[in-house]
């Protein structure tokens, strides 16, 4: 079920007619620690895995460095599974239904980049249905390699929940310095900033990338820059106006960028990843090329 998400205190494309082409539709995942199946939407929930399918190792020969990991392969962790009756919007390849994501619980260095090295898989549900079908989870116990536990996700159910948003990081080049006065008129008269109200940096599917960092968008083989597929951030909002409002401290009379998370429910909040100092890792597409072609941006 879509969380109930408040409204902003105020109208971003009326008080600011600049960012009026602006506004997206990104859709929330609010995952909270639970017990996900197989056949449920989750992060770091156990995947709709074909019974005859090894799960999937990381060899990277980089893990003989690390002391407690040494040469075998690393077992990858289960991070994402979206079926597209609770994600409908994700650009599902033909034939499928289900998108997963598993990453190594490692860092490594790729491209420049620190990275877990993520693998996407779109699959259909009848069809692994049909050839049988386990729980893909973390082999347990892991045996003896070493994990990160930045990245490694409790299980956790998702709410995806559609909301509208602003660019943050991805605001035109020189529209932000000159909007800085309106945006300090907008926080005096309402107590709360633009940013606060209006962006997100949160796990979510489409809309404007949860950087923590300035953007780094990839661009695709033929040319154009890619799309944002879906982000897995390290932080969820344990208050404000992105905290749903059943998880509001009970009988908190105060307004709603001071809202806080009852403390009966913020432990479940979040997938317990820090992925390093709060980052977050982007999975970016293209939708003009055949196969869909995607990447990732991790940053921190
Ligand atoms: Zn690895
Ligand atoms: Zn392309």
Known sequence: MPRNIPPSPFNVAALIPELAGL????????PRSGAPE???????????????????????PAHESIPAVGPEPVAMVP???????????????????????????????????????????????VEVSATGVRAGSLPNPPGSHGHDEDFVPRPCTVSPTRVEEFPNWDMPEGLAPTLADRFDEIEAEFGCSYYDMATTIQSKVGGYPGWTQPPNWPDCACGRRMEHLLSITATEPHGGRWLPLDEHQDGAQVPLWRAEADPAVDDAIGHGMDMGDLGGTYFLFCPSCPGTPWTYRYDC
Do not use: K, M, N
Not at 90 to 107: E, H, K, M, Y
């Open 23 to 30: 506004g997206r539709v990104t859709t929330l995942l609010y």
């Open 38 to 60: 197989v056949h449920d939407s989750s992060i770091g929930g156990p995947l709709l895995w074909p019974a005859a399918e090894p799960w999937p190792r990381c060899a990277d």
């Open 79 to 125: 991070v994402v599974q979206l079926y597209a009756r609770d994600v409908p919007e994700l650009p599902f390849l033909a034939g499928s239904d289900v998108l997963q994501v598993v990453w190594c619980p490692l860092i490594h260095e790729d491209q420049d980049q620190c990275t877990v090295l993520p693998q996407l898989y779109w699959r259909s549900e």
